[in-house]
């Protein structure tokens, strides 16, 4: 199951400069985990044409329905 981090890394122009900060689960660490903030905005994701193509493109061969 991909999450949007994973989505997001897929494509290089749109991943976090510091990747340790993306990290949801930290071993060993009890605050904090479990959380994560999305470095980019709504509209960002938005613009960025080339990911929804490919999320697009995976949904479509996944037979997940017809993506919006």
């Not at 976090?16 to 993306?22: F, M, P």
């Not at 904090?32 to 061969?61: F, P, Q």
Request: aromatic share 8%; proline share 3%; charged share 25%.
């Amino acid at each position: 199951m991909f999450v949007k981090q994973d989505y997001v890394d897929m494509w290089e122009s749109l991943r976090s400069a510091d990747a340790k900060q993306d990290m949801i689960n930290i071993p060993g660490q009890i605050e904090g985990c479990w959380v994560w903030r999305m470095h980019l905005d709504l509209d960002d994701l938005i613009k960025a044409s080339g990911l929804n193509t490919l999320i697009n493109s995976m949904l479509r061969e996944a037979k997940r329905g017809v993506p919006y």
